[in-house]
């Protein structure tokens, strides 16, 4: 059941935004707790019910170890819970990986492992991961279950993330006395869903089909030089939208409920920098991957070179998180690698130096190329094809140029004006905050700047201005999903 | 002064924003769904040297209906013509198949056709050079084909019931007259028929055909938009009850036609004859008959597809759903009779 399927839209949605109004307000928000955590274990089991006892399991040994580490502060738990959670993740994700790689240097064959990757697995791990580190250094409430069940599970974000902390949502699902409703919230909110869905039924599926024509042809040969550049370009933007279209159906569906998930995705390819994409890019994995492997490895503490080690480690290990798959690792790498010579560059750049309107824009087209080649990597199924796309980018082909249809440019212009040019939902909405920012930004007010309440005639010109191109792109998106019907697009972080 | 200033503001960003919403609707639908784009479906034009009606030579289109009916795409070749061969091969010994948008396989694949279809059961090549013309300009077509080269005697000759069958004598004098008379500026019609406004956007509006596709495929909607009239259901069949004058014209244009070719007439019933009004099925179902006769008495071969299709029990279930043309299975029947009924001499290559 995809965000953007009509049975989720016109059914699953609808039904427990009324089942969880209903409850809490006849019973209480603790009811409407367990409606939501029941709601959410059937989403996931709607899927494959055969998985849903994984992540049952999942969440009760999580829970159990976690209440033991409170009572008893023993490395030996967390260790068995990492163990635990590493081994599931390794088990599902990565043994057909291992066993084929080491199947092709012995030159023998092991085994035919045929394992279904259980849907989200690789965001429910790294959240308890988080918890269960989190609890053994003491940074942690305890929980009760109810509302553990529902951090795990809870379905705006179970399946391709934001990857949430515990200490952002458990504080949420505590207070009882929250007000989980009111006009403007739910106007926001509806507004986030029509946004996200717009992004992915027009955008993203409207532009993948150009992504995946070069990227077939590049399996057959080389392709020219404007189709190799249109085919990573329509990636660059398909993946983008996709996620971007995600995320923002997650934080408005999450908003229904009252509850605000963690920024993920900030206009990524405004970055100036690669230090800055990742800072915009899949935040939440970016917290991860900083706090919970990149400082224990050691951070920067130990001098430059120990610190682009643990850099490059970390990417690497990131890249290979989203899937089982050398590309993965490369991109990965290449991203550590981006990551090194940025901070090298800072390094030697003249602090007191601010970059002007030009030198900001070079930066912005080199950091941009940097990630559209990279993607490349990510996109492709194999070494092969990558490495012949990227020859035909560098215009190596042996057709040399091929044809540019206007059409085409006219597609891709319109997407840099978007992803270069035009806010993003959360600055459209900054005055609700509909996410909670990432803290310690140097101003204190998160990464969106200080939060501007405009004078009430301003917000309503505002909304006057953006309520019927909100109604358009919501319609549209509507449209477009009832009249795909059961061709609705999967997600590409689904796979992750 | 301010309140009425604001309110003058709000109103001009409402008709702004709307403006720019239904801009970008348009152009979102045309890149998220291309098939809906009007651009790319499939338009006939009136070639100004030959006066033939063909599609655009060289050109791959799509024809898709906002029924869910159909989608499949029309390759027209080098001659405007829908067929993977070329005319110009056409040899003595080939059947030519010709007529409207039947015979053309108006929302089926080239290979479904009953030109194709007729091809693999009798193992003779058949050049379809149907476009969505009338009789008058199935002449011109045949015309048109031998100009590029084709070398044709063996014609089927699809007549659709539905508006084949007309006064073309009547139809020519009005057109002289018109050309005699110095044309006036008509007035402009203050009235915009909602048929009429609804064919405008559908061939120019992708968000419109998304928005009547998608509606449409929502069966209870759909039933409330044939009651309230939005929505033409097959019952209503405008045509298929030609009056005599008509159907002498015809049948004397096609005599015309016979002598000039060796002619067959595939006689496509109007599907009026099994849906709506009894009244309306009857004077359907007599003029049928006496077309048929007419033909006949003429001595044209005629091969009448409406007893094969009434023997089957369930005559429309060779319409599409939600259009009055032929699904495959109508056109496998139609090929599977012209194939039975071809004189020896018409079935073998010489």
Same mark, same amino acid.
């Given at each position: 059941m995809l965000f953007s399927s009509p049975e989720f839209l016109f059914l699953f949605l609808p039904a427990t935004f009324l089942g969880f109004a209903l409850v809490s307000a006849t019973v209480s928000l603790r009811a409407g707790t367990f409606f939501l955590s029941a709601a959410s274990l059937f989403f996931y089991g709607y899927w494959d019910a055969s998985l849903l006892p994984l992540i049952v399991l999942s969440i009760l040994v999580n829970f159990g170890l976690g209440k033991a580490l409170f009572s008893n502060h023993s490395k030996a738990i967390?260790?068995?819970? @990492?163990?635990?959670?590493?081994?599931?993740?390794?088990?599902?994700?990565?043994?057909? $990986?291992?066993?084929?790689?080491?199947?092709?240097?012995?030159?023998?064959?092991?085994?035919?492992?045929?394992?279904?990757?259980? @849907?989200?697995?690789?965001? $429910?791990?790294?959240?308890?991961?988080?918890?269960?580190?989190?609890?053994?250094?003491?940074? *942690?409430?305890?929980?009760?279950?109810?509302?553990?069940?529902?951090?795990?599970?809870?379905?705006?974000?179970?399946?391709?993330?934001?990857?949430?902390?515990?200490?952002?949502?458990?504080?949420?699902?505590?207070?009882?006395?929250?007000?989980?409703?009111?006009?403007?919230?739910?106007?926001? *909110?509806?507004?986030?869903?029509?946004?996200?869905?717009?992004k992915k039924v027009v955008l993203a599926n409207g532009i993948?089909?150009?992504?995946?024509?070069?990227? @077939?042809?590049?399996? *057959?040969?080389?392709?020219?030089?404007?189709?190799?550049?249109?085919? *990573?370009?329509?990636?660059?933007?398909?993946?983008?939208?996709?996620?971007?279209?995600?995320?923002?159906?997650?934080?408005?569906?999450?908003?229904l409920f009252g509850i605000r998930l963690p920024m993920n995705f900030n206009s990524p390819y405004k970055s100036a920098s690669i230090i800055e994409f990742w800072r915009r890019w899949h935040m939440t994995l970016s917290r991860f991957i900083r706090d919970y492997i990149y400082i224990p490895l050691g951070g920067n503490r130990a001098g430059n070179t120990r610190r682009y080690t643990n850099m490059m480690l970390a990417m690497l290990i990131g890249g290979l998180w989203h899937g089982a798959g050398w590309t993965f690792i490369v991109w990965g790498g290449l991203h550590g690698l981006y990551l090194i010579i940025n901070h090298s560059w800072r390094h030697f750049r003249p602090k007191s130096a601010r970059p002007g309107l030009l030198a900001t824009w070079c930066s912005r087209v080199i950091t941009f190329l940097a990630v559209v080649v990279a993607w490349v990597f990510f996109r492709a199924d194999d070494f092969g094809d990558a490495i012949r796309l990227l020859t035909g980018m560098a215009g190596l082909a042996d057709g040399g140029l091929s044809v540019v249809r206007m059409h085409d440019l006219l597609v891709l212009a319109v997407m840099f004006l978007i992803v270069w040019f035009t806010p993003n939902s959360y600055e459209m909405f900054r005055s609700v905050r509909p996410v909670l920012e990432p803290k310690g930004a140097p101003d204190g007010d998160g990464v969106l700047g200080p939060a501007v309440t405009p004078s009430r005639p301003l917000l309503h010109l505002k909304y006057y201005a953006l309520t019927p191109v909100l109604i358009a792109i919501g319609l549209v998106g509507l449209l477009v999903v009832i009249d795909g019907g059961e061709k609705s697009q999967n997600f590409i972080y689904m796979i992750f | 002064m301010m309140a009425v200033r604001l309110v003058l503001i709000r109103f001009m960003l409402i008709v702004a924003a709307s403006t720019l919403a239904i801009f970008m609707s348009e152009y979102s639908v045309r890149l998220a769904v291309p098939k809906y784009d009007p651009a790319g479906h499939i338009a006939f034009f009136v070639d100004p040297a030959t006066g033939v009606l063909l599609g655009k030579p060289n050109s791959k289109t799509r024809q898709i209906k906002n029924s869910g009916d159909y989608d499949v795409e029309v390759i027209f070749n080098r001659h405007g013509l829908r067929d993977k061969r070329d005319i110009a091969n056409g040899r003595v010994e080939d059947l030519y198949v010709v007529g409207d948008s039947f015979a053309f396989g108006w929302g089926v694949k080239e290979t479904e056709r009953f030109s194709s279809v007729l091809e693999k059961l009798t193992g003779r090549e058949v050049y379809n050079i149907a476009t969505t013309a009338n009789l008058d300009g199935y002449e011109r077509l045949l015309t048109y084909s031998a100009e590029q080269g084709a070398e044709i005697r063996d014609v089927v000759m699809a007549i659709n019931m539905i508006d084949d069958v007309r006064d073309y004598d009547a139809i020519l004098k009005t057109?002289? /007259?018109?050309?005699?008379?110095?044309?006036?500026?008509?007035?402009?019609?203050?009235? /915009?028929?909602?048929?009429?406004?609804?064919?405008?956007?559908?061939?120019?509006?992708?968000?419109?055909?998304?928005?009547?596709?998608?509606?449409?495929? /929502?069966?209870?909607?759909?039933?409330?938009?044939?009651?309230?009239?939005?929505?033409?259901?097959?019952?209503?069949?405008?045509?298929?009850?030609?009056?005599?004058?008509? /159907?002498?014209?015809?049948?004397?244009?096609?005599?015309?036609?016979?002598?000039?070719?060796?002619?067959?007439?595939?006689?496509?019933?109007?599907?009026?004859?099994?849906?709506?009004?009894?009244?309306?099925?009857?004077?359907?179902?007599?003029?049928?008959?006496?077309?048929?006769?007419?033909?006949?008495?003429?001595?044209?071969?005629?091969?009448?597809?409406?007893?094969?299709?009434?023997?089957?029990?369930?005559?429309?279930?060779?319409?599409?759903?939600?259009?009055?043309?032929?699904?495959p299975r109508g056109h496998s029947l139609a090929a599977e009779v012209i194939a039975d009924k071809l004189t020896p001499r018409q079935r073998l290559p010489e």
């Open positions: 967390l260790v068995v819970g @990492l163990c635990f959670n590493l081994g599931l993740l390794g088990y599902f994700k990565y043994a057909g $990986f291992f066993v084929e790689n080491v199947e092709k240097v012995l030159g023998v064959e092991i085994a035919d492992l045929n394992i279904v990757l259980p @849907l989200a697995i690789s965001f $429910f791990t790294f959240q308890q991961v988080a918890y269960l580190v989190d609890v053994y250094k003491r940074r *942690a409430i305890e929980p009760d279950f109810l509302n553990y069940c529902l951090f795990v599970s809870f379905f705006p974000q179970l399946i391709s993330g934001p990857i949430v902390h515990h200490s952002e949502m458990m504080p949420q699902f505590r207070d009882v006395a929250r007000k989980w409703f009111s006009r403007e919230l739910f106007f926001v *909110a509806i507004a986030f869903i029509a946004i996200g869905l717009y993948a089909p150009m992504a995946d024509g070069v990227f @077939l042809t590049a399996q *057959a040969g080389v392709p020219g030089f404007w189709d190799a550049w249109k085919g *990573a370009l329509a990636y660059t933007f398909q993946i983008y939208f996709d996620f971007s279209g995600y995320t923002d159906m997650a934080v408005g569906i999450a908003l | 057109k002289k /007259i018109a050309r005699q008379i110095p044309q006036s500026t008509p007035e402009p019609s203050v009235a /915009i028929s909602l048929q009429a406004m609804k064919q405008f956007l559908l061939t120019n509006s992708a968000l419109y055909f998304l928005a009547t596709s998608a509606i449409g495929s /929502i069966d209870v909607v759909r039933r409330v938009l044939v009651r309230l009239g939005f929505v033409k259901t097959l019952n209503d069949v405008n045509g298929g009850r030609p009056r005599d004058a008509e /159907i002498r014209t015809t049948a004397n244009r096609i005599l015309a036609l016979s002598q000039k070719y060796n002619l067959t007439v595939l006689l496509i019933p109007s599907r009026g004859l099994w849906v709506g009004g009894h009244e309306a099925a009857a004077a359907a179902a007599a003029a049928h008959a006496t077309f048929s006769d007419e033909l006949h008495r003429l001595g044209i071969t005629v091969i009448d597809m409406r007893p094969v299709m009434e023997a089957t029990g369930n005559p429309m279930a060779f319409h599409f759903q939600h259009d009055g043309h032929w699904r």
